[in-house]
C-alpha cells in the first residue's frame, strides 16, 4: 500500500484531521413517505498517520452475517487504530437491510452497477457516491459476504490470481480458504481493484444468518490485517490462525441426481476423497434411498442445508485444485 499518507482525508465533503473520531451520513434517499434513509460512516483517526483501511457489509441487503463482523469491529473497539485511519460501514444496502431484501427498491443487484453513476438508477446514485467521495482516500478494503439462503460458506477470502500483494495478504488474515476468482464485472470488487485498490472479499455462512463461528473468523482475520500494518490496537490481542490457509485454485460442485429430501453426511470444511459417501436423498413413500458419493477429493467449501432438492440443485462446493 502507498507510504505517503494523508493528514487531512476527505470523506463525503467532509475534511478530517488526524486524531478525529466522526460519524458521517451516507444520504441515500428517501422512502415513499419522504423519510430519510441515511447510512452512518463510522470514522476513526489515530493521531499518528498511516494506512486508510474500510471495512463494508450487507452491499447485499440479505447478507448480514457480514454486518455482525462490522458490528462487532466497532462495538468491540476494534475500530480504533494504533495509526492511521478504519472507516466502517456496516450496511450498503440499507433499503435491501430493512426489507430483507437481496436487491434494492429498482430491481437492481447493487454489486452489479459498479463504478455507477451519478445520474443513473438509484442503485447506480449509490455506487458512484462510494466510488467518488469514499474510495479515492482509501488504501484497503475488505468486503464481507455470506452465501446464499440455504447454501453455507466456509470461511474463505476471494482475490484475482497473480496479485502478490493480496496473496500475502490472505496469509496474513488467515481464513481456512482463499479461492482465486475472476473480479465480476460491474461489481464493487472490480471497480476498486481497476482504481489500483487492493479488495478482500470475505465469504462465510449463509444470508438470513449469523453463524458466530464465522464471525469469529472474520474478525479474527482483521486483527491480524491490522497488526500486520501496526495498526493494531496493543490493548487487543492476536492469535495466529489454526492451520495456515489453503489457496483454492480450481473447484467442482456435486450436483443432486435426484429429487427429494436432502440429508448432508459431511460437514463443511471436511476433507472428502473419492466416493466417500456426503449425503443421501430419500423420498416420502420409503422407496427412494439414493446415496451422494463424492466424485473428487477435496475440501467441502460449501454445503447446500436445504431439506428439499430438485434434480441437479447444487449440493456440495468441493475444490479440486490446490495451489502448489
Known sequence: MASNYKRIISILGHDIPLGTSK?????????????????????????????????????????????????????????????????????????????????????????????????GSLASRV????????????????????GGASRFNAAQLRI?????????????????????????GKSFRNACYQLG???LLYEGGKSFFVDDTISKIGIEGVKRILNHFDMLNPKKKISPPKEPTVFVEESKWIRAKRSGMFKAKMAINSKVYIDDILGQITDPYGKVHHTVKSTIEGYIINLNEASLVYQGDALFHITSKLKS
Open 23 to 119: 460519524e458521517i451520513n451516507f444520504n441515500i434517499a428517501k422512502l415513499h413517505t419522504a423519510t430519510i434513509i441515511e447510512v452512518p460512516v463510522i470514522i476513526e483517526r489515530a493521531k499518528k498517520p498511516g494506512p486508510t483501511v474500510l471495512f463494508t457489509a450487507g452491499i447485499h441487503g440479505d447478507e448480514i452475517n457480514g454486518v455482525d463482523i462490522v458490528r462487532q469491529l466497532i462495538s468491540k473497539k476494534i475500530n480504533i487504530p494504533k495509526r492511521g485511519t478504519i472507516i466502517c460501514m456496516p450496511i450498503l444496502n440499507v433499503f435491501g437491510f430493512l426489507n430483507s431484501s437481496r436487491s434494492f427498491p429498482d430491481g437492481r443487484d447493487l454489486n452489479r452497477v459498479f463504478p455507477g453513476s451519478a445520474n
Open 127 to 146: 455506487a458512484n457516491r462510494l466510488m467518488t467521495e469514499i474510495i479515492p482516500d482509501v488504501d484497503l478494503i475488505i468486503d464481507f459476504h455470506t
Open 160 to 184: 484475482v490470481k497473480n496479485d502478490s500483494e493480496l496473496e500475502t495478504l490472505a496469509s496474513v488474515f488467515g481464513a481456512p480458504f482463499a479461492l482465486y476468482s475472476n473480479n465480476i
Open 197 to 199: 485498490k487492493p479488495i
